[in-house]
T-cell receptor, first 117, second 109 residues
Framework: EAQVTQNPRYLITVTGKKLTVTCSQN?????MSWYRQDPGLGLRQIYY???????DKGDVPEGYKVSRKEKRNFPLILESPSPNQTSLYFC???????FGIGNQPQHFGDGTRLSIL | DAKTTQPPSMDCAEGRAANLPCNHS???????VYWYRQIHSQGPQYIIH???NNETNEMASLIITEDRKSSTLILPHATLRDTAVYYC??????????FGAGTILRVKS
């Protein structure tokens, strides 16, 4: 089954304790992205990756890192989490950005709810 | 990116067609209309997209007016599982998604 898998689904942690949220897709997609969703602010893009070893900042990259060493994986790293990073996080992937007619549809994971105390 | 205007909420009877409107009066020639939805506690789900022609797939139909200033997403036979927030997004080819407030669709039995 084609899917984007995020882990963990839920995490409560404390300020300053490094954490990684993993994202894996099994569709051989080139484009992957991380979003955060906050009440009243909608979905905002944190980082995206056009392909292996190619990453770029989205709208709200501060406090986050990513890496794309393999096509299927795109982990989100919070080196020193702070309470303002408490949010619902989504990973997404698509065949490519700009391929074909319009953006290729993005497939989203089921989300990771992070609480930073 | 063009702004979109959607009603905050709508109700629909189960089994009936759900017609969700979207205004995008400032849309430009290279901008596509996308629809996604988000069922509570799940990740957003792509539904359909189009440029100027009407489109249909297994989930829905997209009707775009001739002047492209508005569109309607049609779910032909709404079920309770279609209760979700529906997002109309207008952006040029190749750009990232930006989700607004969307329309809360409540399908009632």
């Amino acid at each position: 089954e084609a899917q984007v898998t995020q882990n963990p689904r839920y995490l409560i942690t404390v300020t300053g304790k490094k954490l990684t949220v993993t994202c894996s897709q099994n569709m051989n997609h080139e484009y992957m992205s991380w979003y955060r969703q906050d009440p009243g602010l909608g979905l905002r893009q944190i980082y995206y990756s056009m392909n292996v070893e190619v990453t770029d900042k989205g709208d709200v990259p501060e406090g986050y890192k990513v890496s794309r060493k393999e096509k299927r994986n795109f982990p989100l790293i919070l080196e020193s989490p702070s309470p303002n990073q408490t949010s619902l996080y989504f990973c997404a992937s698509s065949l490519g950005r700009g391929f074909g007619i319009g953006n290729q549809p993005q497939h989203f994971g089921d989300g990771t709810r992070l609480s930073i105390l | 990116d063009a702004k979109t205007t959607q009603p905050p909420s709508m109700d629909c009877a189960e089994g009936r067609a759900a017609n969700l409107p979207c205004n995008h009066s400032t849309i430009s020639g290279n901008e596509y209309v996308y629809w996604y939805r988000q069922i509570h506690s799940q990740g957003p789900q792509y539904i359909i997209h189009g440029l100027k022609n009407n489109e249909t797939n297994e989930m829905a139909s997209l009707i775009i007016t001739e002047d492209r200033k508005s569109s309607t997403l049609i779910l032909p036979h709404a079920t309770l599982r279609d209760t979700a927030v529906y997002y109309c997004i207008v952006l040029p080819w190749g750009n990232k998604l930006v989700f607004g407030a969307g329309t809360i669709l409540r399908v009632k039995s």
